[in-house]
């Protein structure tokens, strides 16, 4: 398998300079000028976005290369951000640190995904916003971005779960044209969620 940091030492933006059209539309939910956790974010276009916005944003990623290429993408947009080198299997989320937290296509194991999620509702302070879109279960069978494997395919019901003690605002499993860079490109499953942390 194609290691992240293979995937984008490719020329270009392998998921393209844009950011994820969920977060284009619904990321005015987050507090203004916030301080904002971007989980998975690899080459930074979402990270970038919301700096463009007002956002004081860390953009977090396994990957150095994707996160060089975010700060490269920040430049050339002319905004800063902040980058993390980490995995998610051994980084802690500060309990009652962030006022927003997106994860855009950030698939993840079900039992690691269920410890991050609990992270999340740990590290939003009072009133955060959580944002994610995922690929939905039914993905498996469109062949147009994402993994193969049922594990790293949450469903709103499991995302229900995992994040019980925020009050979820939009959670939805539906079809979509996702189009972002060489990697989604077509028709597709996604899970939507936009959730709040209790004042």
Not at 16 to 24: A, D, V
Not at 39 to 49: D, K
Request: charged share 25%; with cysteine.
């Amino acid at each position: 398998m194609i290691s992240w940091d293979e995937r984008y030492s490719a020329s270009g933006y392998f998921y393209g300079t844009e950011p994820n059209e969920f977060l284009l539309e619904r990321c005015s939910v987050i507090p203004p000028s916030a301080e904002v956790l971007c989980l998975g974010e690899g080459e930074g276009r979402n990270a970038v976005f919301l700096a463009g916005r007002g956002y004081r944003v860390v953009a977090l990623d396994q990957s150095r290369v994707g996160l060089d290429k975010a700060q490269q993408l920040a430049a050339a947009k002319g905004v800063k951000i902040a980058t993390l080198e980490a995995n998610l299997e051994h980084y802690r989320i500060e309990p009652d640190r962030w006022d927003g937290i997106v994860s855009i296509w950030c698939h993840l194991p079900r039992s690691l995904r269920a410890s991050v999620h609990a992270q999340v509702l740990a590290g939003l302070a009072p009133g955060g916003i959580f944002l994610l879109e995922s690929y939905a279960p039914a993905q498996i069978t469109y062949g147009t971005g994402g993994p193969k494997e049922l594990d790293l395919l949450p469903s709103v019901a499991d995302l229900r779960q995992e994040l019980e003690g925020l009050d979820l605002v939009h959670a939805v499993e539906r079809e979509r044209a996702v189009h972002e860079g060489r990697g989604h490109t077509g028709l597709s499953a996604v899970v939507q969620i936009i959730a709040c942390k209790r004042r």
